[in-house]
């Protein structure tokens, strides 16, 4: 957390401060590059978009990355899109602020209210980039075709659940967005990427494409069958009933059904 489908949130929400110039910006210098505040200040806000799980400022001068680690959250005119992430504190200190941008709004600066945008992180796990070089990262997961992911995996010998989770097969994949695409494909966290079938690959794709979107709509990664609270519980599966199995997997906890999982 948070994984691309909270970027999309915050990306959408962030359409607010299209066409606005950047009137004043403060950032945390541990997590941003030299020249961050003078590359930004003054240019004007062309587009927002989203490349994996980055949020990326378009300006007439600079491209401006939001990189929010595990615990970063983004408000916007001091309304916060997803208020709370499930894994992360449940409080809102302004130490943990690693960004604040303000904006000229209906031809008025005023510096004195909420930023236009605001980047908090309590753990600093997080990064602001200028120009971030993203044509590394591999298809979209909101968009994923079974061409797509077969290319990404090539001949990937890892268990299928890390490589999801690596973005340069599939953008904006994490932990609990892969387990849920598994999770409906029927396919085993833990299966050797090369042993998968055109059709177990097909599945994975197709479930990218339906899943997704729903967990979207509702709010984001956590609104799964596997819930942050099945996910604690690690009781019967959703679907079957069968017990759900629950390990590390690549260093990330992964739950499944070894029942309808295979």
Partial sequence: MPEGLEAEIWTRAAQAVVGREIAKVWCDERV???????????????????????????????????????????????????????????????????????????????????????????????KLTLDADLSGLGADCLTLTSDELTAGLGRRRVAIKSALLDQRVVAGLGNLCADEVLFHAGVAPRRPADSLTPEEIESIGAQCRRCLPRLLAAGGSTHGELSPEVRSAAGPCPLDGAPLARMAIGGRTAVWCPTHQR
């Fill in 32 to 126: 941003a590059p030299l020249g961050f505040v003078e590359s930004s200040t003054g240019a004007t806000i062309e587009k927002v978009r989203r490349c994996g799980k980055v949020v990326v400022i378009d300006t007439d001068g600079s491209s401006l990355g939001l990189h929010f680690g595990m615990t970063g959250r983004l408000e916007i005119d001091g309304t916060a899109p997803i208020p709370r992430l499930e894994y992360a504190s449940g409080r809102d200190r302004a130490e943990w602020d690693r960004l604040r941008l303000w904006t000229v709004h209906d031809h008025q600066t005023s510096l004195s209210t909420a930023p236009a945008l605001r980047m908090n992180d309590p753990r600093r796990l997080g």
